[in-house]
Structure formats: C-alpha cells, structure tokens
C-alpha cells in the first residue's frame, strides 16, 4: 500500500473553516440586522424578518436480526430537523439547518463509526443520536443563467448512484464547497461542484464523520428530442482520510420512453469507467452499467425490471468499482448488504412491481445478486414497502428486507421499519 501524501491537506483544512465561518458571518449579520426597528424596506431586516421557517420531525423504528450476530437490534430514533431560508437581497440568499437525533426508549443497537463503543454486540443501524449543522450556505444568482452556491450543502446528482445526500439515515450526509449550475445553453444543464470535505451520516462524535477532501463533480444533461435525455459526468474524488474512496468515473445515461401499444415504457442505459487517483493504494480499472425498464400495467399497477452491475477481480483485492458518495441505501436492497462492493464485484438482477391505489403506495423487489468476476451467487433479496401520507403534511412508512445469503461471505438478515413524518 503506498503512503498518504498529506501535504495540501492543512491549507484545505484552513480553506474549509474559512468558507464555513464566512457563512456563518453572513447569517450572524443577517440575523442581527433583522432586530433593527427602523430598517428601511428591502434591507437585511426584511430579508430576514421575512424569511421562511422550516420544522420536520422524523421517527423511525428499525429492527434487525442478522444471523451472524445472536443479539438483534432495535432502534428507535426521533430527528427534529429546523431550518432557516432568508428572502433574496441583491441577489444573495442564504440558508442554515440544524439536525437533532434522539434516542427514544429502545437503543438495543450499533450506530456504527465508532459512535456506541459499548454496543458492538449489535447489529449496525447507522443513526448516532447528536446535534449537527447540516446545512450552511449562501446563494449568489445575480448572473443570467447561472447559480453559484456556497457553503455546506446538500447535493443530490441524478438518481444518487454516485453523488448522494444518504436521505433515509436520520442524519444526513452533506457537503463543504461550492457548486456552479449553468442553464444559457438551450436544452443543456451543466452543474460542477468543488469539495473540501465530506460530512459523513456518523457525525462529529465519529473519528470517520468527517472526511477531508479535494474532490471536481461535473455533471452534465442534454434534453433530446421525444422524451429522451442523455447525461454525461466526470468525477474525480480525492479523499485525503480514506485512501481507497479516490475515484476517478467516467460515465453517461441515456434514458427516454418508447410507444408500447397504447402505453409507453420508459427505458435507461447506463455505463462508466472507474479507475484510481490521487493517492488510491491499489491500481485498478472497472467498469458499471446498469439497464432498466418500466411500465404501467394499469392505470395503479406497474412493473419494472433491471440489471445492474459494479465490476470486480476476483484474484485481487481493491480493485472493484466503489461509491463512496452514493445513496447506497437506495441500490442492490435494503437490507444493505453491498454498502462495500466485493472484489468479485456485485450483479444486481431486480424485478419491481409497485401498486398505488392512493393514497397508499405498496412497492415489492426481488433481487438476484452474485459476482460480477467468476460467477458465483452471493444471494437473493425481497424488500416489501407500503407508505401513505395524509393531511399533507403528514405520512407513514411500514418497509421490510429479507436476504437470504447464497455464500458464507454474508449471513441471513432481516429488517423491519416503521417510520412517521410530519413536516411543517
């Protein structure tokens, strides 16, 4: 394994604490302008007396019974979620969020990354209790066509496969840096985004919340003729405190609908090339691609069906494809089995069928996994979801994994969750 080089790592540090303290600044000087009395109008005190109050409440419960494990766990987390958006002034606006995590009742569970020493005897269910800042940013959008944003952020990039916010664990993964997003080409977006650090779902309390980077994300979409978009992105992670998450994918999607009978299906092909950068231990190249397609059976019933694939050797370890940034949760099953690729790689075969008489949304998935590189099956996986929302503001979520392991790399799980929102 070859040595971490840290030499830039210091004045990133330094660059990360400025940019965070001067959003922190901006929103001390907004905030103290919203108390003077004779403020004229459209200064900082409108913009800030003005502005937009958010308040979300999340519970979940989630239960885990893991075969390699004799304890199971149980978790039951409340997250209070506040936040803040000021009116535009002269172009700018800016935005803070805090993060409550709390443990209520049962706390039979590992919060992972360090974070609950005296429950390792557990199964991971990755939500530490703990306050955190999730979001600080201003925005500049005094520029036709163009959007600049500064500051800790959250960042969602197509269907989060790569780039992602990890939304379903009760704290939130976020971003340090600033993202331009450019819209004057006709039928074209182009966002790039610049990182000094990642803020991992672990926290502050964690030796692993926190990673400290230099990482470009380009991303861009062209909308084609009859329903039919192509994205092309470029992304180059270099993580300075896990050597191994330095990245460097290369890859497009093409996505659109065809006329089916009187239906139409919608389809998606995607392919990227990964190798290593930076500091990275271990040289590689591999490959993903993932084909999808959906259709509606009746006007509440529709089907879907997919492949996916992150590629792997087998007969060297450190060299399958990997997403560190990703919404993991969201891919190859709930129960969360592949949130590190095997070296032999992963291939994803999914069968979906979801039916929404509302205001109820039911969701079924099978899953067929085995290795990418040597064939070999790793097991098979069904998650069942039922969710309804009421009241607008309000909304429950009942959802299971079952795994069943087909090699003794993993062992039988399975989850349970019952989760309830309100948002106001």
Request: with cysteine; aromatic share 12%.
């Amino acid at each position: 394994m070859t040595s971490i080089d840290r030499s830039g790592r210091g004045a990133r540090n330094r660059a990360t604490r400025r940019l965070v303290l001067a959003c922190c600044v901006l929103s001390a000087v907004f905030l103290a302008c919203g108390h003077a009395q004779d403020a004229p109008p459209h200064s900082f005190a409108t913009a800030v007396s003005n502005g937009n109050i958010g308040v979300d409440l999340r519970y979940r419960y989630e239960h885990v019974d893991q075969d390699s494990f004799v304890n199971t766990a149980e978790a039951s987390t409340l997250r209070l979620r506040l936040n803040y958006e000021t009116l535009p002034f002269f172009d700018f606006q800016g935005f803070i969020e805090f993060d409550y995590v709390a443990e209520l009742l049962v706390c039979d569970y590992n919060s992972g990354g360090g974070t609950s020493p005296g429950r390792t005897q557990f199964p991971v269910v990755a939500d530490p209790d703990g306050a955190d800042l999730n979001q600080l940013f201003v925005d500049f959008n005094g520029i036709q066509d163009t959007a600049l944003r500064l500051g800790r952020q959250r960042i969602l990039l197509d269907n989060q496969r790569f780039i992602g916010g990890v939304g379903w664990r009760q704290n939130e993964q976020t971003y340090d840096g600033a993202t331009l997003k450019f819209t004057g080409m006709q039928n074209t977006s182009i966002h790039y985004s610049y990182l000094t650090r990642v803020n991992r779902i672990f926290g502050d309390a964690s030796p692993v919340g926190r990673n400290d980077s230099n990482t470009h994300l380009l991303n861009a979409k062209l909308s084609l003729p009859e329903t039919w978009t192509l994205t092309a992105y470029a992304y180059r992670i270099d993580d300075d405190d896990v050597a191994a998450f330095s990245t460097l994918t290369f890859g497009a999607r093409v996505a659109g609908t065809v006329p089916v009978g009187e239906r139409r299906v919608s389809v998606g092909g995607e392919y990227a090339s990964q190798s290593d950068v930076a500091h990275a231990p271990v040289d590689y190249r591999a490959a993903y691609y993932r084909f999808d397609a959906a259709m509606p059976l009746t006007d509440i019933v529709s089907a879907s069906i997919g492949v996916e694939s992150l590629g792997g050797d087998r007969d060297a370890g450190g060299k399958a494809f990997r997403t560190p940034l990703a919404t993991l949760h969201a891919f190859q099953g709930w129960s969360d089995q592949f949130l590190n690729t095997p070296d032999a790689g992963v291939d994803d075969v999914f069968v979906t069928v979801d039916v929404n008489p509302a205001p109820w949304k039911l969701s079924a998935t099978w899953h067929q996994f085995g290795a990418a590189d040597g064939g070999g099956d790793w097991g098979s996986e069904l998650d069942v979801s039922a969710a309804y929302k009421f009241a607008e503001r309000y909304s429950l979520l009942l959802k299971t994994a079952v795994f069943n392991a087909d090699d003794p790399a993993f062992s039988d799980t399975r989850k349970f969750w019952l989760m309830l929102t309100a948002s106001y």
